[in-house]
C-alpha cells in the first residue's frame, strides 16, 4: 500500500513540474505568449490590415524614415529606401482592386542591437487591373519584419 501511494506522490510530482514548464503560445501563432511579444503581433496586425484595407497613410506612419531593402541579393537596382516604398505605395499599389493578406506569425526574435525580427509565412493575394478583366495573383512565402522600437511602439526598418 505504502508503495502505490509514493508511486502516486512521485507521478504527481512529475506532472506538476513538467506542467509548470510549458510554454504557451498566443492563439494561430507559433510565438510565445508573452506580454511583449503581444505588442509585437498586435502592431504587425496593424500593418496586415493596413495592407488589405490599402490604407497608404497607415503603412507610412509604421515606416521608418531609415526603411530600407535590399531584397535579399548583391543587386543594387532593386533595392528600396523609404521614398521608393513610399512612391510604390502611393502608384501601383493603389490601382490595386482588393488585397487579401493573411500572416502566421512563426518566430519573434529580439536582437542586442534592440531590433526585433518577425518571421512569418503570409498568403497574399492581390486583385489587379488585366487587359480584359481584373485578375487575382496569389503568393505564398515566408518573409521577416525588422523592427525597431519608436517609444512605445515599432517602426518597421525592412521587410515590407
Given at each position: 500500500?505504502?508503495?502505490?501511494?509514493?508511486?502516486?506522490?512521485?507521478?504527481?510530482?512529475?506532472?506538476?513540474?513538467?506542467?509548470?514548464?510549458?510554454?504557451?503560445?498566443?492563439p494561430n501563432?507559433?510565438?510565445?505568449?508573452?506580454?511583449?511579444?503581444?505588442?509585437?503581433?498586435?502592431?504587425?496586425?496593424?500593418?496586415?490590415?493596413?495592407?488589405?484595407?490599402?490604407?497608404?497613410g497607415?503603412?507610412?506612419k509604421?515606416m521608418?524614415?531609415?526603411y530600407?531593402e535590399?531584397?535579399g541579393?548583391?543587386?543594387?537596382?532593386d533595392?528600396?529606401?523609404?521614398?521608393?516604398?513610399?512612391?510604390?505605395?502611393?502608384?501601383d499599389?493603389?490601382?490595386?482592386?482588393?488585397?487579401r493578406?493573411?500572416?502566421?506569425?512563426?518566430?519573434?526574435?529580439?536582437t542586442?542591437?534592440?531590433?526585433?525580427?518577425?518571421?512569418?509565412?503570409?498568403?497574399?493575394?492581390?486583385?489587379i487591373?488585366?487587359?480584359?478583366?481584373?485578375?487575382?495573383?496569389?503568393?505564398?512565402?515566408?518573409n521577416?519584419?525588422?523592427?525597431?522600437?519608436?517609444?512605445?511602439?515599432?517602426?518597421?526598418?525592412?521587410?515590407?
Amino acid at each position: 500500500m505504502m508503495r502505490k501511494v509514493l508511486s502516486l506522490v512521485a507521478f504527481l510530482a512529475a506532472a506538476a513540474v513538467s506542467g509548470g514548464c510549458s510554454k504557451t503560445y498566443i492563439p494561430n501563432t507559433d510565438v510565445q505568449d508573452t506580454g511583449e511579444n503581444r505588442g509585437i503581433v498586435t502592431f504587425c496586425e496593424k500593418y496586415r490590415h493596413a495592407m488589405e484595407d490599402r490604407d497608404v497613410g497607415t503603412l507610412l506612419k509604421l515606416m521608418s524614415p531609415a526603411y530600407f531593402e535590399d531584397a535579399g541579393n548583391v543587386k543594387g537596382d532593386d533595392d528600396a529606401d523609404f521614398d521608393k516604398i513610399r512612391q510604390f505605395l502611393m502608384g501601383d499599389f493603389l490601382k490595386t482592386k482588393g488585397v487579401r493578406y493573411e500572416i502566421r506569425y512563426r518566430r519573434i526574435t529580439h536582437t542586442a542591437t534592440n531590433h526585433v525580427f518577425v518571421d512569418y509565412t503570409y498568403a497574399g493575394a492581390w486583385k489587379i487591373p488585366g487587359i480584359k478583366d481584373d485578375e487575382w495573383h496569389h503568393q505564398v512565402a515566408d518573409n521577416r519584419l525588422d523592427l525597431v522600437h519608436d517609444g512605445d511602439s515599432y517602426k518597421i526598418v525592412s521587410g515590407m
